[in-house]
């Protein structure tokens, strides 16, 4: 009898096998970004077009290859060169209708139109972790994926590791929790394993809603079963046996393909009863989020799960002592789970190695705003916002000038342009007034108006809040209030004394993270752009001229 | 020459109720007179705000730009500026109207009960503002009398401290709202 | 190993106090006398650490914390009352006065409300927070009681004693954010309610004017919610 190991390298000689048969690999990105411009039709013409000029070739539909501006983006690995990167040659813009050209290229030149250099700082200067998949398999094959060494890490701590040791390497590797606040993932790991009762919950949050965030999408379009062997390790550590996948009903690519992985997983006796043999059971389950963002605050999800409203309640209890219908549970993000099994495989050593002496690793930011290389990027912590930015985002568009980047959505600030040198992590981002958050990055230039920027934010926490209590009920909707008056010109230096009062107090005592944060795109622009505040209330100014500043004060009607 | 205070009182969008409370002091009313000079009152025959009041009682809320221009005149003149009364303090009954707005208010005046010939005046009615509101929102107010009416014992006390020259503790005669 | 003491020890606003290990610091609070205000906290149901009103300084916490569902623990320093603390009570309360529509002096609940007497105990002579006037319902379509959605804080006390005490949870809240508002069953008027027994707990545990029976005129809609803890303690297993 072979034991699920030796499966697992019999699986990913098949795949390699099968692989290099088929010669050259088009992948066409099928994440939601090029999908959204029909990406699958170009797949489909590619197909058609390789089928009928009988080209050694596979087409297949791989997760998002990063450059989301650029897209549809295809990638062709010449079958020679499946190990050499730098062979692979990457497409932008592709429609169906190139589908001819391509094929035909596939032993010539590049086709010269279509072409983008994989030497582009965008690609070179990333280093990809949790990434290092996604644009490169079939996420909806657990074959590929096991043909990467996917899966290897789990059957390794199964085997050959106790629960603790698996806590002690997470521990070990300095990670952070990757969905905004940066706990010590090992701390937290530690404390569900040693809280007393059972049974126990793993939970994966996947409500990722900060407007401009789509890394934890990506990654389950991508690359989903790096996510469930991530849970399921965790799930190893703290001994649970029951878990759930708290997903967004609004990614339906993300719902299908978490979907396929788990039974996929199930039947290759990856999750479900004696995992690989052993004695651990997993149960995964997906529960669909529908809508809300609170839902990503662990408290409210639990309630959420538990068929309640969303809404949280204080902590403590914590979910660690006291979570899911009153046991201890373990929730960490979508970003977080695919980092363990490479910290398994590779060694806590070499995933300390990556990042700064507190932010260990990579960090997934989606780039977006006024920045020209808008898409998905895996960096190194520690990588200064200018380089982000500059080098590997491009920098703004002719003519404008950068003024701010937002980081951490709704909950995070605006560093300006005077701070772009400081370090992307934890702490540095915390000092200048905002934090990494789940990894949003949106950047504006001398065309956005931060006091609108502000207010946006301040009206999606707004509709976002729950409602349960009164500072962030009732706060929100007067700041969002005054920032219109400001925007608006109706307001005074009163309105600006309140506005900055309530900061103060809805952060200093709202229930949920939610209403805590919600102050903090205020915050920092009043910190580094006063003086647009000022223009807006004592000129009756818009400097970036996005607002109109000309409502009289008698009809003011908020 | 002359050391008495002067004391303005006028009514904004309010019933008149806070100063029909004013008159309830009765009798004290007379002893309280010998303290101040009255220079402006909706009672008085005086049709000019007078430059300089140490004191002024403002019974009702901004409704208008009639009550939204007289406010800021007597902000400008007026030492301690009291805002007396809910209306006043809070907007109260003369607020209800903002969940409706303005011209359905109007609509329900002029409109409906004298069928198709009605319409809004053109003359001689100040234009409504979208929100009636409280003072506070537009100037600074130095005392705020809460009550619909305030009884004439708040009154009294308002009046016996700000004439000696002190600023009244309102917590034990008066109640929020 | 030691059992846990079932009596913890404290400071409480500089006195040295005790309570039992169970109890929250807003109970050890008043056992000793010392005044935490509160608004969705109510003898008898659970606690929701909703209204933050009871918000509390403890030494060496990272934030404020609910008087109502922390736990008092061995060497705790409790601060109660601070200029702080004071100051963003006030700013919880003119939220709260300029969220809907309170007024005051045409209210049944007129000087037997919760909310109007804490801004009185207080010291609030007036609301700088701007009056937000929504337009909302009143729903009188019940035999006896009315709800007025114009007075409602959303405690939420009324479905909490609905659904804990009397077991029929025909209320619940829907929508979220500033658009929450109370309703009964899915949503239908109450006078339609399949699950309202009539029983009124919710009109009694109302804090403010919000809930009213009918047939009464300004000023004389009183509340006794004093029946729950003796409901509670009738019902709790001997």
Redesign the interface.
């Known amino acids: 009898m072979t034991t699920l190991t030796e499966e697992l390298d019999q699986i990913t000689a098949k795949v390699q096998q099968e692989q290099q048969a088929a010669g050259d690999r088009i992948n066409v990105c099928v994440a939601a970004g090029c999908l959204s411009l029909h990406s699958d039709a170009v797949q489909h013409a590619l197909e058609a077009e390789t089928k009928k000029s009988a080209a050694r070739c596979a087409v297949r539909g791989v997760g998002c290859m990063g450059l989301c501006s650029a897209g549809p983006v295809v990638s062709h690995e010449p079958a020679a060169s499946a190990s050499n990167e730098n062979a692979t040659r990457l497409y932008r813009g592709v429609q169906p209708e190139d589908a001819p050209q391509l094929v035909a290229s596939l032993q010539g030149e590049p086709v010269a139109k279509l072409a983008i250099s994989s030497q582009l700082p965008f690609f070179t200067r990333q280093t990809k972790v949790v990434l290092e998949n996604s644009g490169r398999i079939n996420p909806e094959s657990i074959e590929e994926y096991i043909a990467t060494g996917g899966y290897r890490a789990l059957m390794h701590a199964l085997n050959e590791m106790t629960p603790a040791e698996v806590v002690q390497e997470i521990s070990a590797s300095g990670l952070r929790g990757r969905g905004g606040a940066g706990y010590p993932t090992g701390l937290k790991w530690a404390t569900v394993a040693r809280v007393a009762g059972a049974p126990k919950y793993v939970i994966c949050n996947a409500d990722e809603g900060d407007p401009g965030a789509f890394m934890d999408r990506s990654v389950l379009e991508g690359d989903p079963h790096r996510v469930l062997e991530g849970m399921i390790l965790a799930a190893y550590a703290i001994g649970a046996s029951q878990g759930y996948i708290y997903l967004r009903a609004e990614y339906p690519l993300a719902v299908k393909r978490l979907g396929i992985a788990i039974r996929e997983a199930k039947r290759m006796g990856l999750l479900g009863s004696d995992i690989g043999g052993t004695r651990m059971n997993l149960n995964l389950e997906i529960r669909l989020g529908a809508g809300?963002f609170?839902c990503g605050e662990e408290t409210a999800l639990i309630a959420s799960i538990e068929g309640h409203?969303g809404t949280p309640?204080?902590r403590?209890p914590y979910p660690a002592e006291s979570g899911l219908w009153g046991s201890p549970t373990l929730i960490n993000n979508v970003e977080t789970y695919a980092n363990v099994p490479p910290i398994l495989r590779r060694g806590s050593a070499w995933y300390a190695a990556l990042g700064t002496a507190k932010s260990k690793g990579t960090k997934v930011f989606a780039l977006s705003g006024k920045v020209r290389n808008t898409g998905l990027i895996e960096v190194p912590m520690g990588m200064t916002l200018r380089e982000i930015i500059f080098d590997i985002g491009g920098g703004v568009d002719e003519g404008h000038t950068f003024k701010a980047v937002q980081t951490g959505g709704p909950s995070g600030g605006c560093i300006p342009a005077a701070q772009l040198d400081i370090p992307v992590d934890y702490d540095s981002l915390m000092q200048a007034g905002s934090i990494m958050g789940s990894g949003g990055m949106i950047v504006m230039d001398d065309s956005s108006c931060m006091v609108n920027v502000a207010r946006f934010f301040m009206e999606f926490c707004?509709?976002?809040?729950?409602?349960?209590?009164?500072?962030?009920?009732?706060?929100?909707?007067?700041m969002y209030?005054?920032l219109t008056r400001i925007t608006e010109g109706t307001a005074t230096h009163r309105e600006l004394d309140?506005l900055t009062?309530?900061c103060d107090?809805v952060g200093?005592?709202?229930?949920c993270g939610l209403g805590?944060t919600a102050p903090n795109p205020v915050l920092s622009t009043l910190r580094y752009f006063k003086n647009e505040y000022l223009a807006h209330i004592e000129d009756k100014h818009c400097p970036a001229g996005v607002c109109d500043c000309t409502a009289s004060i008698?009809?003011?009607?908020? | 020459m002359n050391e008495k205070k002067t004391l303005a009182t006028t009514w904004l969008d309010g019933c008149s109720g806070c100063h029909m409370s004013l008159l309830d002091m009765d009798e004290r009313l007379i002893d309280l007179s010998q303290q101040f000079d009255l220079v402006y009152c909706p009672l008085v025959d005086q049709k000019i705000f007078p430059p300089h009041v140490d004191i002024t009682l403002i019974e009702g809320a901004i409704g208008n730009?009639e009550d939204?221009e007289k406010i800021h005149l007597i902000r400008e003149r007026t030492r301690i500026l009291v805002s007396l009364g809910d209306c006043a303090v809070t907007g109260n009954v003369s607020a209800l109207r903002n969940p409706f707005g303005a011209d359905a208010v109007l609509r329900r005046v002029y409109g409906e009960p004298t069928g198709t010939l009605a319409q809004v005046p053109k003359i001689g009615l100040p234009k409504l503002?979208?929100?009636v509101r409280p003072l506070h929102d537009y100037v600074h107010v130095d005392l705020f009398v809460p009550g619909c009416p305030p009884s004439a014992d708040t009154i009294y006390t308002v009046l016996s401290e700000l004439l000696a020259g002190r600023m009244p503790d309102l917590s034990s005669v008066a109640h929020f709202g | 190993m030691t059992a846990t003491p079932a009596v913890k020890t404290f400071v409480i606003d500089g006195v040295d106090a005790s309570a039992r290990s169970e109890q929250t610091i807003l109970s050890a609070a008043r056992e000793h006398n010392i005044f935490i205000p509160t608004l969705c906290h109510l003898e008898g149901l659970s606690d929701?650490?909703?209204?933050?009103l009871c918000?509390v300084e403890v030494k060496g916490a990272r934030?404020?914390?609910?008087a109502c569902?922390?736990r008092v623990e061995e060497g705790m320093e409790i601060t109660c009352n601070s200029p702080r603390i004071a100051?963003?009570r006030q700013?919880?309360l003119q939220?709260?006065f300029?969220?809907r529509n309170h007024v005051c002096a045409v209210c049944l609940a007129n000087r037997h409300c919760e909310l109007q007497s804490l801004a009185t105990s207080l010291g609030m002579t007036h609301v700088?927070?701007?009056y937000?006037f929504p337009s909302l319902s009143v729903d009188i379509s019940h035999e006896r009681f009315t709800l007025d959605h114009n007075r409602c804080?959303?405690c939420t006390r009324c479905i909490r004693v609905c659904s804990e005490i009397e077991g029929a949870h025909t209320w619940?809240?829907m929508?979220?954010?500033?658009?929450?508002r109370v309703i009964t069953d899915l949503d239908q008027p109450w006078g339609e309610s399949d699950t309202c027994t009539s029983c009124g707990k919710c009109v009694q545990v109302c804090p403010t004017g919000a809930l009213f029976q009918k047939n009464r005129t300004g000023g004389q809609c009183c509340k006794d919610p004093s029946f729950l803890p003796y409901l509670r303690t009738m019902r709790e297993e001997p």
């Not at chain 1, 200093?508 to 229930?511: D, H, I, N, P, V």
């Not at chain 1, 008698?554 to 908020?558: G, L, R, T, Y």
């Not at chain 3, 929701?48 to 933050?52: F, K, L, N, S, W």
């Open positions: 809300a609170v409203r309640h204080p403590p707004m509709s976002e809040s729950c409602g349960k209590c009164i500072p962030c009920r009732a706060g929100t909707a007067q209030g005054l309140l009062r309530l107090m200093a005592t709202s229930l805590q008698a009809e003011v009607a908020q | 730009e939204l503002l979208s929100r | 929701v650490g909703a209204c933050r918000l934030r404020l914390l609910p569902t922390t100051a963003y700013m919880t939220l709260l300029a969220e700088e927070i701007p937000r804080i959303l619940d809240l929508g979220r954010g500033i658009q929450s």
